[in-house]
């Protein structure tokens, strides 16, 4: 990539020059809410769903953000046209902006909305052949009565505790429990899990993000005529499950072979797993927002 453009404080500066004081409450508390979008063939996959759920987080936290869903889509789409990307990972932030060294928002007049562009670093292609090994980790997901996981906010400490986790077990992603011993999420993505064609996942009560790919998923399955349960299960439905798979922007789809220490299937990614991950592949290029022309930005 030449030069890399992010917009800051209003307008596109260089990388170099993307800097935030030490007094943003995001950086200072966690106080923002974010997005992660993916761009694929120059078309930014489920724009209005990603953008309702900024406003959705953003509005659970009492956070307005200074611009609204047309001209967010504008700057987005002019971040990428600046950049240069038809494939690319888009990271939307909106902190609670520069304050006091006092938490409350109340000294911070102006949220800071910052849009970073990047050619995407995917997961390595080999992780899709041979699928994930998970474990489960003794960290809870946040109770929805003390932070919502549905607020996609920037305090992201209890998912990166649930990584560390994960490292230190030699494992690729972590399975996270709610506090009742359900099964939750990953630190970053939503589970699945296949038993007798049947498609399930948790629940966003049970205490997972309402990932857009999860939806994706369930929409797409729907159409395959799978039948699909969001209801809560357990780390036993996991190892005796046929297939076990990951859903998120960044993943998209990826297999998961091991989990505990007991293997899934026969230990290779399921190949209902890979029907759904080809389904999906096929169709990212055709939902969404068209970047370049010939095409409609206008969001609903
Ligand atoms: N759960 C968590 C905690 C996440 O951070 C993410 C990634 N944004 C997901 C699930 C997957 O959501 P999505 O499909 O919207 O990327």
Wanted: glycine content about 8%; some cysteine.
């Amino acid at each position: 990539m030449s030069e890399q453009w992010i917009f800051l404080d209003g307008s596109f500066v260089r990388k170099e020059d993307a800097k935030i004081s030490v007094y943003d409450h995001g950086f200072l508390y966690g106080d923002g809410v974010f997005e992660g979008i993916r761009v694929y063939s120059g078309n930014v996959y489920k724009l209005s769903e990603h953008l309702e759920r900024l406003y959705d987080s953003a509005k659970s936290i009492m956070l307005e953000i200074p611009y609204n869903q047309q001209e967010l889509t504008d700057i987005i789409v002019q971040a990428l046209q600046k950049n240069e990307l038809n494939d690319a990972y888009i990271r939307l932030v909106v902190s609670r902006g520069v304050g006091n060294l006092g938490l409350d928002p109340a000294s911070c007049p102006a949220p800071q909305v910052i849009v970073i562009c990047e050619e995407l670093a995917i997961y390595p292609e080999e992780l899709y052949e041979k699928g994930l090994e998970i474990a489960t980790v003794a960290t809870r997901r946040n109770r929805p009565d003390v932070l919502d996981p549905k607020v996609k906010s920037l305090n992201y400490l209890n998912n990166i505790l649930v990584k560390l986790e994960a490292n230190m077990a030699g494992v690729s992603e972590a399975l996270m429990l709610n506090d009742e011993g359900y099964v939750a999420e990953g630190s970053a993505d939503n589970i699945f899990i296949i038993k007798n064609e049947t498609l399930y996942t948790p629940p966003g009560y049970v205490g997972a993000l309402e990932g857009i790919t999860r939806q994706a998923i369930i929409e797409l399955a729907e159409e395959l005529n799978y039948e699909i349960k969001e209801v809560p299960f357990t780390r036993h439905d996991v190892y005796t499950a046929d297939e076990v798979f990951l859903t998120g922007t960044a993943a998209e789809v990826i297999a998961v072979v091991k989990v505990d220490g007991r293997v899934i299937g026969d230990g290779t990614p399921g190949e209902e797993t890979g029907k759904l991950l080809e389904a999906f592949r096929d169709k990212v290029a055709r939902d969404g927002v068209q970047v370049y022309e010939g095409s409609s930005v206008r969001v609903g």
